[in-house]
T-cell receptor, first 116, second 115 residues
Framework: EAQVTQNPRYLITVTGKKLTVTCSQN?????MSWYRQDPGLGLRQIYY???????DKGDVPEGYKVSRKEKRNFPLILESPSPNQTSLYFC???????????????FGPGTRLLVL | AQKITQTQPGMFVQEKEAVTLDCTYD???????LFWYKQPSSGEMIFLIY??????QNATEGRYSLNFQKARKSANLVISASQLGDSAMYFC????????????FGTGTSLTVIP
């Protein structure tokens, strides 16, 4: 089954304790991305990656790191989480360039993060 | 400036009626894609419909159609024959192909279908 998986689905942590949210896709997609969703703000892109070893900042990259060492994995790292990073996080993947319906992103189930 | 603007925070529609959710976008890229996603209360993001900037015909997917007006930079979603299961949050999004490949989302419209 084609899917994007995220772990953990729910996480409660404390300020300053490093954490990693994993993301993996089995569709051989070049493009992967992380978003955060906050009430009234919609989804905002944190980082995206066009392919292995290629990453770019989105609109809200501060406080986050990513890496793309393998095509299927795109972990999101919070080195020193703060309460303002409490949010719902989505990982997504898609083909890199296409003029067809296949451009759509496939989303993971989301990770709810609470930073105390 | 906002790349995607959804001006309707909340909408109500009677069951079996049609409803239009508004979306306007801002880009200088000639090549871009427009998307609509549905997010039910369970939280997952569900792809509904896609329109490419070079597509001359409006996209349709079952009960969903996209009213694409390129000159006005609008990409409204039309849901026909609304069902109770259509109650959800709806997001409009855009991907600029030639200027960085970022995805931009609107703030969403919460649709409630009334029996």
């Amino acid at each position: 089954e084609a899917q994007v998986t995220q772990n953990p689905r729910y996480l409660i942590t404390v300020t300053g304790k490093k954490l990693t949210v994993t993301c993996s896709q089995n569709m051989n997609h070049e493009y992967m991305s992380w978003y955060r969703q906050d009430p009234g703000l919609g989804l905002r892109q944190i980082y995206y990656s066009m392919n292995v070893e290629v990453t770019d900042k989105g609109d809200v990259p501060e406080g986050y790191k990513v890496s793309r060492k393998e095509k299927r994995n795109f972990p999101l790292i919070l080195e020193s989480p703060s309460p303002n990073q409490t949010s719902l996080y989505f990982c997504a993947s898609s083909l890199s360039r296409s003029r067809t319906r296949k451009e759509t992103q496939y989303f993971g189930p989301g990770t709810r993060l609470l930073v105390l | 400036a906002q790349k995607i603007t959804q001006t309707q925070p909340g909408m109500f529609v009677q069951e079996k009626e049609a409803v239009t959710l508004d979306c306007t976008y801002d880009t200088s890229d000639q090549s871009y894609g427009l998307f609509w996603y549905k997010q039910p209360s369970s939280g997952e993001m569900i792809f509904l419909i896609y329109q490419g900037s070079y597509d001359e015909q409006n996209a349709t997917e079952g009960r969903y159609s996209l009213n694409f007006q390129k000159a006005r930079k609008s990409a409204n979603l039309v849901i026909s024959a609304s069902q109770l299961g259509d109650s959800a949050m709806y997001f409009c999004a855009m991907r600029e192909v030639n200027t960085g490949n970022q995805f931009y989302f609107g703030t969403g419209t919460s649709l409630t279908v009334i029996p």
